[in-house]
């Protein structure tokens, strides 16, 4: 039989994630350790007896004694009372009081008998010198548990693409299987070219437009198959690879190692984790003109696709808006970015003169097959904008990216280093040129940036900008500006609290050579 998957990945993981497959064989033989067999009859071995077992260039001489002994090499003898069963159990047990026999062999029982089975699969020549009164004793040398020569697994991934001439080998595996088993292990972890996949510039700035602002996340995902075979032979020839049953989905990011299992119901896979630690959900905190987006992967082919938002007012009152644009459709197995707030508040409709948006949920819509329906969420809490609001862009660690409101006071700077050298004086040394030289000069802006105050769960879900890729959302220009994360270690809470705040600081992930502005 070919070499199959025995252990599927997860239908759905992340690439800085352990993700675990297994491969089986069935060249391996997994019986071919050595093994030592002392068979119990009637009332055992007699006193004074000895025998001599011999192994891999080891000897050890065992002798039949009323009990155990010191150097651990003693057979006791068998009480009246014992079944050949237990009597057993008591050898064994004296073995395994002997370090050399317990380093090289397990020591186990079957029914009458005790069995000294070699720890490691291979090629092992048994003796045995004497015998024992009422005591069969069998040696069964080890063998060469793989059946061919240079047996090895190579196991390929895949991506799978839209046409198959784009289909293409991510990488190729190679491993020993394990002798006892016929299996191996591979860890597909942080073998797959995914990254984060930024939203377009254009849809920084909020506009009408005939469609309403979305596009794929090209890079932030894969999706992949395996093809798995044995290798044998001088040199090692891969046999048929055979495509796997199944295929998987793999997201850039990484979940902590102890999240909670989320089990998503319906059309689309959320890239996003607005989840409180008791597991229930909390509000999004932004302001009404900052920019903002949901990446979702589509288990369906969703057509006629609308947008509309729900709006709570500062009075109470609920009102529903349609998003401006014509629907439009979101293909099967994608994952997209769409932009999940407007602009500004300017285009909502109040119920009253002077009430202002206190909360709104983005709501799209569409058809995954039975009829027009609510395919996502996402939850808003407005907040006042200040005069020093800033905006990142900040890779979620689950696939998608989001914008993060940075409404405290921050501090700007500007960060400057360079190489020297001094030179050698002459005797047409002066003042004005010295005799330390500069050069190389290199810098960089400082952004020392705070959260303002905000509930504890949102605090608990910005940890992740230490870890995150940032973006400064420069929103006056329509662009993303790469930044570098200065800040190693956060408090995020303290157990009698009720508003907490973040301070983090960034630089710019560039060199200047010159800041003229």
Excluded at 116 to 137: A, M, P, Y
Excluded at 305 to 310: A, G, I
């Amino acid at each position: 039989m070919p070499a199959y998957v025995s252990l599927f990945p997860p239908n759905y993981g992340y690439n800085g994630n352990d993700i675990w497959t297994a491969a089986t064989t069935d060249l391996v033989n997994t019986t071919a350790a050595a093994v030592f067999e002392l068979a119990f009859a009637s009332s055992g071995p007699v006193l004074a007896e000895t025998i001599t077992l011999q192994w891999g260039g080891e000897s050890l001489e065992l002798t039949v004694e009323a009990s155990t002994n010191a150097a651990g090499t003693a057979i006791p003898t068998k009480d009246v009372g014992d079944t050949l069963a237990e009597y057993a159990e008591v050898v064994a047990a004296a073995f395994r009081e002997n370090g050399l026999l317990s380093a090289a062999f397990l020591i186990t029982t079957s029914g009458a008998s005790v069995l000294l089975t070699s720890r490691t699969s291979g090629v092992l020549d048994l003796t045995v010198t004497g015998t024992l009164t009422n005591t069969t004793i069998t040696d069964t040398d080890g063998t060469d548990p793989n059946t061919e020569p240079n047996l090895a697994c190579q196991l390929e991934i895949w991506k799978v693409a839209d046409a198959f001439n784009d289909e293409e080998v991510i990488t190729r595996l190679h491993a020993t299987y394990d002798a006892d088993t016929g299996t191996t292990e591979f860890n597909l972890g942080g073998l797959f070219p995914v990254q984060p996949a930024l939203p377009n510039e254009n849809s920084i700035a909020f506009a009408a437009s005939l469609s309403w602002k979305r596009d794929i996340a090209t890079g932030c995902w894969q999706e992949y198959y395996l093809r798995v075979a044995d290798k044998f032979g001088n040199p090692a020839i891969a046999q048929a690879l055979l495509r796997q049953e199944g295929q998987y989905v793999v997201f850039h990011g990484a979940r902590p190692e102890d999240h909670d299992t989320v089990n998503f119901l319906g059309f689309v896979r959320p890239l996003h984790g607005y989840r409180r630690a008791d597991g229930g959900t909390f509000r999004k905190h932004v302001t009404d003109v900052q920019p903002d987006w949901v990446y979702l992967y589509t288990l369906a082919e969703i057509t006629s696709c609308t947008v509309e938002w729900e709006v709570t007012w500062d009075n109470g009152d609920t009102t529903t808006e349609a998003a401006p644009g014509s629907s439009f459709t979101l293909l099967e197995k994608k994952v997209y970015w769409i932009r999940s707030t407007p602009y500004d508040a300017t285009g909502f409709t109040p119920p009253a003169a002077g009430v202002l948006p206190w909360y709104y949920t983005f709501r799209l819509k569409g058809d995954a097959g039975s009829g027009v329906a609510t395919i996502y969420e996402c939850r808003y809490q407005i907040k006042q904008c200040t005069d020093w609001d800033h905006y990142l862009l900040l890779d979620n660690g689950l696939g998608g990216c989001e914008s993060v409101l940075m409404r405290g006071k921050g501090v700007f700077g500007f960060d400057a280093r360079r190489d020297t050298a001094r030179k050698a004086r002459t005797s047409a040394f002066n003042l004005r040129d010295g005799e330390i030289t500069t050069y190389n000069p290199e810098a960089q802006k400082k952004l020392d940036l705070n959260t303002g105050w905000h509930d504890l769960y949102y605090i608990q879900h910005l940890r992740q900008i230490i870890t995150g890729t940032v973006w400064l959302i420069d929103t006056a220009k329509k662009r993303f500006l790469r930044l570098v994360c200065e800040t190693s270690s956060i408090e995020t809470h303290a157990d009698d609290g009720d508003l907490y705040a973040l301070n983090v600081t960034f630089k710019t992930a560039w060199i200047d050579r010159a800041q003229n502005p």
